[in-house]
């Protein structure tokens, strides 16, 4: 399978693999090559093989399934699924290797079409992915926001946070529809130091929200059979036994080529989407701290590569990706 190159955030991270769907990948399960930058700050490499060769004697034991890779910047993780000496070719294979510098994640073809959700604390491989690429962000001033995020010239970058189903791809996509507004991000913002904003535009949230479904196929940017592949989808997600033979999900060009976009914006206001049995809508003010207290919890609660196996077992031969350190 031939290595090809996506452009996961435009300019910033660039990642190669030799597959074009990634189940679970928050970034954008289904890659679409484009012609990128090779300045990009983030470049990782995502490999499917038959399997990882590895040595016995060139490991050195960490903890349960894990293992150090002797002469190399690697972990590796495997997992006998059939523990007899005739089966012992069934296995789940993990290798992540050079998270310094180009971060490297292998999987083999068991794990790949297997995993599909976590198994105690076996994540798929999109979730390792993702993990991966947050903590070497992080190291580079730069993290995700679990937000929507919308720009326009009179109100600069929106960020748009709340808990999960409240409203937030709904909200920016409206915002972008009826009101004018350009979309940065629909489900997850990428931000730095700074405080600029930037687009993650391949995620794919829209899928699961029925009524931005609707208004996207009134609008025709998705198909009579795009519809029905969404609502399968959607079905099986629900069922974890029965996911990993999900059909892959649309696109997400269909809607990148019709809707305008916003690779970057200075971030103008911070709001809080919630859900009330009142009537009355209401708006609240709040201070800098409260929103940073808000906006730290909806993070934690979305993103856990603080406690990702293999980055834990990576920071023991480098401790700048210990999670005290990702975490401050």
Not at 280 to 299: C, H, P, Q, V, Y
């Amino acid at each position: 399978m031939t290595m090809k190159s996506y452009p996961i955030v435009p300019g910033i991270i660039q990642l190669k693999s030799n597959v074009e769907y990634i189940p679970t990948f928050q970034l954008g399960e289904v890659l679409e090559p484009k012609l990128e930058r090779d300045n990009c700050l983030v470049k990782v490499k995502f490999k499917v093989s038959d399997r990882i060769d590895v040595l016995t004697q060139n490991l050195t034991h960490i903890a349960g399934s894990l293992y150090k890779l002797n002469g190399e910047n690697a972990v590796y993780r495997v997992h006998q699924l059939i523990r007899f000496k005739c089966l012992d070719k069934i296995k789940l294979q993990i290798l992540l290797r050079n998270l310094e510098t180009n971060p490297e994640l292998i999987v083999n073809k068991l794990y790949y079409r297997f995993l599909r959700f976590p198994i105690h604390d076996w994540l798929t491989p999109g979730h390792h992915l993702m993990n991966v690429i947050h903590a070497k962000l992080l190291l580079n001033g730069m993290g995700f926001a679990h937000c929507a995020s919308i720009f326009d010239d009179a109100h600069g970058g929106i960020m748009l946070f709340g808990s999960p189903n409240v409203g937030k791809t709904l909200t920016a996509f409206l915002s972008v529809i009826e009101h004018g507004f350009k979309m940065i991000s629909e489900d997850i913002t990428l931000i730095d130091r700074k405080g600029y904003i930037y687009s993650c535009p391949y995620t794919l949230t829209y899928f699961r929200n029925k009524l931005v479904i609707n208004e996207l196929f009134k609008r025709r940017y998705l198909s009579n059979k795009d519809i029905i592949k969404t609502n399968v989808l959607n079905f099986m997600e629900r069922i974890s036994i029965i996911s990993s033979f999900a059909p892959r999900p649309p696109r997400v060009s269909k809607i990148i080529t019709a809707l305008p976009f916003k690779d970057r914006a200075p971030v103008k206001s911070i709001i809080f989407l919630a859900r009330t049995k009142s009537t009355i809508k209401e708006i609240k003010t709040l201070d800098e701290g409260e929103a940073m207290k808000l906006a730290s919890f909806f993070n934690r609660v979305e993103f856990d590569y603080y406690r990702d196996p293999l980055i834990l077992a990576y920071s023991l031969y480098s401790p700048e990706y210990h999670p005290d350190k990702l975490l401050n």
